[in-house]
């Protein structure tokens, strides 16, 4: 009797060891979910969009000699992946790969990429990227050519401009212009269909990317693709600023009024909780505002 109890209770500990770690299993598999298959689409000219696999959206530029990458995916994996889908449509070699900032959904792929590429950031994007990059394999991959605020890069006639307007999404966000197609990559500069997100610890600043999105509205283009959504035109930046500007002036009534940061959250419906559990915090645009406008100069 003694022994059929203590079998019983092994058996309910077996099940429940059993339950427990299918669990942790589960919640591993949801964690991380595989991304979808990469697709290569034409935008202008050479000028291709690469979605799918993991991390942003990146672009490519088959030039006269060279490819050139704008932003490497987010790990080597979707990076070479996407090498593969470059090399369907032709055989001239990556020289250059450009970022539009420091982000890991836009850098992490970089090792990816074969050694003898240049790598080609904002001096600020590079600076970020160095205290990120922590593993000897990824500080090979350390952008070695910077600019501050304007590079040009030609391929045969062709002009690719690389402009910097300041702290906005980052402290060196990148607008990588192509003059003759009218196209410009804008990275996370752009946001659909949600706020913009901004990150305060790179010295990224609502202000600042109203001022760059104006910058933006100034260039010779009708294409502007972006990190997470699908190419955006004029009149989408356009309702992008008036979006930021509205919820400025909101929210500085609001201080004005003497309400605290929880009471203004509250009157646009901002619930500040990581997306996953346990996972990070993105800071809502409410919050940064709030910050920008009450932290003494
Ligand atoms: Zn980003």
């Not at 990120?132 to 590079?151: D, H, I, M, N």
């Not at 999105?213 to 294409?223: F, H, N, Q, V």
Request: proline content about 4%; overall charge neutral.
């Amino acid at each position: 009797m003694k022994n059929n109890c203590k079998l019983f209770f092994l058996a309910i500990i077996v099940l429940y060891l059993f339950i427990f770690i299918n669990a942790q299993q589960q919640q591993a598999t949801q964690a991380k979910p595989t991304p979808s298959p990469i697709t290569v689409s034409q935008v202008k000219a050479d000028i291709y969009e690469v979605k799918g696999g993991s991390g942003a959206n990146c672009g490519f530029f088959i030039g006269e000699k060279e490819v050139m990458v704008i932003d490497a995916k987010m790990d080597a994996e979707s990076a070479k992946q996407m090498i593969a889908e470059i090399k369907k449509l032709t055989p001239k070699p990556i020289k250059y790969v450009l970022l539009t900032h420091s982000d890991g959904d836009h850098v992490n792929g970089l090792t990816g990429f074969s050694q003898d590429i240049t790598i080609i950031a904002q001096q600020q994007t590079r600076k970020d990227m160095d205290e990120a990059f922590k593993e000897p394999q990824q500080r090979l991959y350390l952008p070695g050519l910077t600019f501050s605020e304007r590079l040009k890069i030609y391929s045969g006639n062709k002009v690719i401009e690389l402009l910097y307007f300041g702290p906005a999404h980052t402290s060196g966000d990148v607008v990588v212009y192509f003059p003759d197609e009218k196209v410009a990559f804008i990275g996370d500069l752009f946001f659909r269909g949600r706020d913009p997100l901004i990150h305060r610890q790179k010295n990224g600043s609502s202000f600042g990317l109203v001022n760059v999105l104006r910058e933006i509205l100034k260039l010779d283009a009708d294409t502007f693709l972006n990190g997470h959504s699908d190419p955006a035109s004029k009149a989408d930046i356009e309702g992008l600023i008036k979006s930021i500007e509205e919820k400025q002036s909101k929210i500085k009534a609001l201080i004005q009024e003497g309400k605290s940061l929880d009471e203004i959250k509250k009157v646009f419906n901002v619930e500040d909780r990581p997306t996953q559990p346990g996972g990070r915090r993105w800071m809502s645009l409410v919050e940064v505002i709030y910050l920008e406008l009450t932290e003494k100069k």
